[in-house]
């Protein structure tokens, strides 16, 4: 069972026991999930209860003060189990580590504890109607007055924006800065706090079950104590954090095209045409050599780019390189996959189907492959 050169009996331990945890709490319930567009909070409840969320937090918070390859293991099994429960990899890997790095002594203390229970679920709001990729202009502002932080704007496309209760915003503390990075800060908001509303939960073309939805503030009242590290910092802060979500992106991107591939391996072997399998076909047959070929590429250079990031290594421009080639090589696999089941591909019944709908989406977040491939560039120095 286990993938990795780096994975030891422990890590093949936990592999196997949350793999029996999903079959048994999450499969059986996951189409039920993707009709009601939403994964019950009873959920990530059962999650913390057996160490599944958060499991790199420090023991003193409640955590079990695992590095980031259990956090690898954990992002692959969820997306076995379907693309819709990315939102618990977003909260494990991506928004509670701002917490973790930059928050203080009672930030951690009074929010960490309650990420691993998952008493709290966690969101991280950057996105905006106007505002993608490019998150220096983002326009949401958080003007201090007092001891308070005034926060107005709009957040769209919010990954666990309706279960969230905790929301790490990128907002505009210094409007006027004459760098337009250098006014960029992070807010850590409450649900609940007065100016703070949600809006409709938004209708996508894939990933269903996950809930993602707009985030309102208006004179949102925000006390300076939620302030996440250093004041106008926020989008080194971002910077230095978008390397793990974007290698957290491609994990799963692979996950998607190996099962995609294995269906797929599975419905041709069975399905006959002109009196014999369509496994047998040439056309079938370089098809699937293709893309298996493709898998075990990106799967080799996953590898060593998880070592390298366990090793504290800088991977930015190896992630991006990534995050790119394995998300857009999904998206070709997904059409390929899709033919080769036929008409039956494109039924509701049939899983491919539905992994065709939710790949597309991994080529936008996390920066587009667009802005992977400008970072590329520079990096190599055109």
């Not at 379907?82 to 939102?87: F, I, N, S, V």
């Not at 075990?296 to 800088?314: Q, R, T, Y």
Request: glycine letters at 8%; charged letters at 25%.
């Amino acid at each position: 069972m286990r993938r990795y050169r780096f994975e030891t009996t422990e890590h093949e331990l936990f592999r196997k026991s949350l793999r029996k945890f999903l079959e048994d709490e999450a499969v059986p319930h996951y189409e039920t999930w993707e009709r009601d567009r939403l994964i019950p909070t009873s959920f990530w409840k059962k999650l913390g209860d057996m160490g599944f969320l958060c499991p790199q937090i420090e023991e003193q918070y409640g955590g079990l003060d695992l590095d980031f390859s259990f956090g690898v293991i954990i992002g692959e099994e969820l997306e076995r189990v379907g693309g819709g429960l990315t939102g618990v990899g977003l909260h494990n890997d991506i928004v509670v580590p701002y917490i973790e790095a930059y928050g203080t002594a009672e930030q951690k203390k009074k929010w960490l504890p309650k990420c691993v229970t998952g008493d709290v679920i966690t969101a991280i709001a950057m996105t905006e109607p106007g505002t993608g990729s490019d998150l220096a202009n983002i326009k949401t502002t958080a003007i201090r007055e007092g001891d308070h932080y005034i926060v107005n704007g709009q957040k769209t496309f919010i990954t666990n924006g309706i279960n969230s209760n905790l929301v790490v915003v990128a907002v505009k503390t210094n409007p006027h800065a004459a760098r337009k990075h250098q006014g960029v800060s992070l807010l850590v908001i409450e649900e609940g706090t007065p100016g703070f509303t949600k809006g409709r939960k938004l209708d996508k073309v894939g990933m269903h079950s996950q809930d993602t939805a707009e985030l309102y503030f208006e004179d949102c009242k925000v006390p300076i104590e939620n302030l996440l590290g250093t004041e106008s910092k926020g989008f080194q802060y971002l910077m230095e954090k978008l390397q793990q979500e974007r290698l957290v992106v491609a994990i799963a991107a692979q996950i998607a095209a190996e099962d995609m591939l294995e269906m797929t391996l599975d419905y041709t072997k069975s399905r006959q045409a002109f009196g014999k399998a369509i496994s047998s076909f040439q056309n079938t047959q370089f098809k699937i050599a293709e893309m298996a070929t493709k898998i075990e590429l990106g799967k080799a250079f996953l590898e060593s780019l998880i070592e390298d990031h366990l090793a504290g290594k800088n991977v930015v421009t190896k992630v991006s390189m990534a995050k790119y080639w394995i998300t857009e090589s999904a998206r070709d696999i997904s059409v390929q996959c899709m033919q080769l089941h036929g008409g039956y591909g494109y039924m509701e019944e049939y899983k491919i189907a539905r992994r065709f709908r939710d790949i597309s989406v991994a080529s936008i977040y996390a920066g587009t492959n667009e802005v992977m491939k400008m970072i590329i560039a520079k990096n190599i120095g055109l």
